[in-house]
């Protein structure tokens, strides 16, 4: 997360001096998009096996998570997740309509849309989580990684 700051922060100061930033022309931004919409169908795709660590793994080490006004700490989130898709008997995730990926940079991109999870866990409880969703996503130990989060959801939706 701080190295992606620090190279936004380079690119914005570059552009505030008169510089222009370096080329990132419109196909090289296109492969950087669909490089992130492939990995988010994976991501979706290993959701439904429900290991927790492979989920996880769609993750930077230290994501910023925000919900429905509350900012999450992510040391917690991760020790609450094992148990939580321990009880989980259905986890299966869609993109609910067009998925909007901006690219900002090479190693930089912010994914936009609503994701709808169907669930069901061990005590026979079944309800759909439906929630707007931010991700802001950087190249992490070589791979794409969710490095912030947002999720919002109507009053009472998101469990």
């Known amino acids: 997360m701080r190295r992606l700051a620090a190279g936004l922060m380079v690119a914005a100061v570059g552009c505030a001096a008169g510089k222009a930033p370096t080329a990132f022309d419109a196909t090289a931004r296109a492969a950087v998009a669909d490089a992130i919409r492939s990995e988010s169908a994976r991501m979706l795709d290993v959701m ?14 230290h994501t910023a998570y925000v919900g429905n006004g509350e900012i999450g700490d992510w040391a917690v989130i991760l020790a ?3 148990p939580r898709y321990a009880t989980y008997t259905k986890v299966d995730c869609k993109w609910g309509g067009a998925l909007r990926v901006d690219v900002l940079a ?11 999870c169907d669930k069901a866990d061990s005590s026979g409880k079944v ?3 439906d929630v707007a969703r931010t991700e802001v996503m950087g190249i992490e130990d070589g791979r794409w990684r969710i490095v912030a989060v947002h999720e919002s959801a109507k009053s009472g939706e998101l469990k």
């Open 48 to 61: 439904r096996g429900r290991n927790v660590d492979s989920v996880l793994a769609f993750y930077g080490k």
């Open 80 to 82: 609450a997740a094992p």
């Open 106 to 116: 090479p190693e930089a991109a912010v994914v936009t849309g609503r994701l709808i």
């Open 127 to 129: 309800w759909t989580e």
